[in-house]
C-alpha cells in the first residue's frame, strides 16, 4: 500500500473508574480465593464502574484526557474508534456518544467490536485511514464496562475482568523521509471463528434479546493464546525488519500473568521488558492495551522514539498486534 502519511501518538489518556474490588470482597461472595485468583491470574483488584457510568462516559473521560496531553483541540479531530465489547446500546455506535459529548460535528464516529483484540483493531484502521489521508487526526479509544456482562455465580469468569478505559491520539503527518519518523509502523490483524464457542457472550439482539453473559472454555483459550500471540508478535517483527530486542516495550493485552509470561518465554523477551497492569485492572478487554501504555507513559518507562509491541486476543478468536515508533 502507497503511504502517504505516518500516524503519530501525538497523545494518551486514561480513565478508571472510583471502585476498587479485591480478591478477597470477591471470595466473600462466591468460592474462590485471593491466592487462587493470584496464584492462577496474577489479578488482586479490579476497577468497577459506578451504576450511573456507562462505556461513553468512561470512554469521554479517556479521550479528554488523550486530547489534553496532545495538546488539541476537539475540533481538530475529524475520526473518532472506539472498540468496545459492551457499547451503551446496541445503536447507535458508542463512539457518536463520545463525539457529541466533545462537540464535534463533522468527520466519522463510529465502533469497532474484537473483544480483547479490540484496540489494535480500532488502531488498525484509524491508521489506515490517517495513511492514505482520509483522515488527519484521530481519537482511538478502547472503553468497556466488561463486568456488565459478568454471570457473578461462575467463579471461571467473574473473577477476571474489570472495567476502564485508555485513548490515543493519532495525528497524520507526511512522510519525511527519515527512517526513524515517528509513528504507527504496522499491524496485523487475524481472525478463526471456527473457535466462536471458546469464548462467547450468550445472548444478543438476533438471538436471545437480552445482553448475556460471558461464557468461555478457559484452558483451551489458554492454549491459543500462548501460540497466536507468539505468532502474530514474529510476523510484525518480520514486517518491519526488526528482531524481539530491537524493541523497548513489550506492551500486551492485560488477561492474564500467566498468558504475558508463556508469550514472552517463547519470544524470548525479559518480563523487564513487558508492561504490566493486570495486577490492577484485571482484564479490561479493549481498554487493556491502551491503559497499560498510558500507565508506561504516566511513570517515564516510555519515551518518544522508542519501540514498542502491543499484541492482544479475545473472543471470536480474533488477534492481533502492531509496532509503533512512539
Ligand atoms: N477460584 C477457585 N477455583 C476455581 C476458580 C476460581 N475463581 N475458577 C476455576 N476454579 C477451579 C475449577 O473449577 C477447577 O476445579 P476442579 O479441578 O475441581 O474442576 C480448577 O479450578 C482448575 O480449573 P481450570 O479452568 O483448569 O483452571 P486453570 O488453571 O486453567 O485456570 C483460568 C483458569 C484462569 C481461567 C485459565 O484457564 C485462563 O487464564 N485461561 C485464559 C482465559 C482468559 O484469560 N480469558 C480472558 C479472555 S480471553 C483473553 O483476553 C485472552
Known amino acids: 500500500m502507497t503511504q ?11 480513565y478508571l473508574p472510583e471502585r476498587v474490588v479485591t480478591n478477597d470482597e470477591l471470595a466473600a461472595r ?39 496531553s496532545a495538546g488539541m483541540d476537539a475540533q481538530d479531530v475529524d475520526l473518532i474508534v472506539l472498540a468496545t465489547t459492551t457499547p451503551d446500546s446496541t445503536f447507535p455506535a458508542t463512539a457518536t456518544k463520545v463525539q457529541a459529548a466533545l462537540g464535534i460535528t463533522h468527520g466519522a464516529a463510529f465502533d469497532v467490536q474484537a473483544v480483547c483484540a479490540g484496540f489494535v483493531y480500532a488502531l488498525s484502521v484509524a491508521n489506515n485511514q490517517i495513511v492514505l489521508g482520509q483522515a488527519k487526526n484521530a481519537l ?6 466488561f463486568t456488565r456482562l459478568l454471570d457473578w455465580d461462575d467463579r471461571g469468569t467473574c473473577v477476571l475482568f474489570g472495567d476502564g478505559a485508555g485513548a490515543v491520539v493519532l495525528a ?18 487475524h481472525s478463526d471463528g471456527r473457535h466462536y464457542n471458546l469464548l462467547y457472550v450468550d445472548g444478543g439482539p438476533s438471538t436471545t434479546q437480552d445482553t448475556g453473559h460471558v461464557r468461555m472454555l478457559g484452558p483451551e483459550v489458554f492454549k491459543h493464546a500462548v501460540n497466536k500471540l507468539s505468532h502474530v508478535v514474529h510476523e510484525a517483527l518480520e514486517a518491519n525488519g526488526m528482531e524481539a530486542n530491537d524493541i523497548a516495550w513489550f506492551v500486551p493485552h492485560q488477561a492474564n ?63 492481533g498486534a502492531g509496532v509503533i515508533r512512539w
Not at 502517504?4 to 486514561?14: H, S
Not at 483488584?45 to 484526557?65: C, G, I, K, Q
Not at 497524520?172 to 490483524?189: C, K, Y
Open 4 to 14: 502517504f502519511y505516518r500516524a503519530k501518538v501525538a497523545g494518551i489518556g486514561a
Open 30 to 68: 462466591i468460592d474462590t480465593s485471593n491466592e487462587w485468583i493470584i496464584e492462577r491470574t496474577g489479578i488482586h483488584r479490579r476497577h468497577v464502574a459506578a451504576d450511573d457510568e456507562a462505556t461513553s462516559d468512561l470512554a469521554l473521560n479517556a479521550a479528554v484526557a488523550a486530547l489534553d
Open 140 to 145: 482511538v479509544i478502547g472503553a468497556e464496562t
Open 172 to 189: 497524520g503527518e507526511p512522510l519525511d523521509g527519515d527512517a526513524n519518523q515517528r509513528g504507527v509502523l504496522s499491524t496485523h490483524l
Open 257 to 319: 500473568k500467566r498468558i504475558i509470561d508463556g508469550t514472552a518465554k517463547k519470544l524470548g523477551v525479559p518480563m523487564d521488558k513487558v508492561i504490566l497492569t493486570v495486577q490492577d485492572h484485571a482484564n479490561t478487554s479493549a481498554a487493556s492495551i491502551p491503559l497499560a501504555l498510558e500507565a508506561g507513559v504516566a511513570d517515564g518507562r516510555i519515551k518518544e522514539g522508542e519501540l514498542i509491541l502491543i499484541e492482544a486476543i479475545g473472543g471470536g478468536l480474533s488477534w
